[in-house]
């Protein structure tokens, strides 16, 4: 029982770093403000950064603050702390 509390306060002190910054999970040394994504067909998407995560591999999930998630490859897409123009 005492083994399972230390547990659950580890787990439990670990989601406080994800506090830290908007990237997600366990990654939060980064954070960037703004974001400008290329989509498929042709457009642009630029809009303030509610959250953003990276996969392995080049994807990156970038949640904006008006609700729209996109999943895109990390050479369509530019992360800012300052708006981008």
Known sequence: MRKWAIFMLLVG?????TACG???????????????VKLP??????????????????????????GTTVLVNSTNAVLSVKPIK
């Open 41 to 66: 067909d042709g457009s642009v998407k630029k809009g303030k950064v509610e959250t953003w995560d990276d996969y392995e591999g080049e994807q990156l999930q970038i949640k904006f603050t008006d």
């Open 13 to 17: 002190g670990l989601r406080l770093f």
């Open 22 to 36: 908007n990237k997600q999970l366990f990654d939060t040394t980064y954070t960037f403000n703004y974001a400008m």
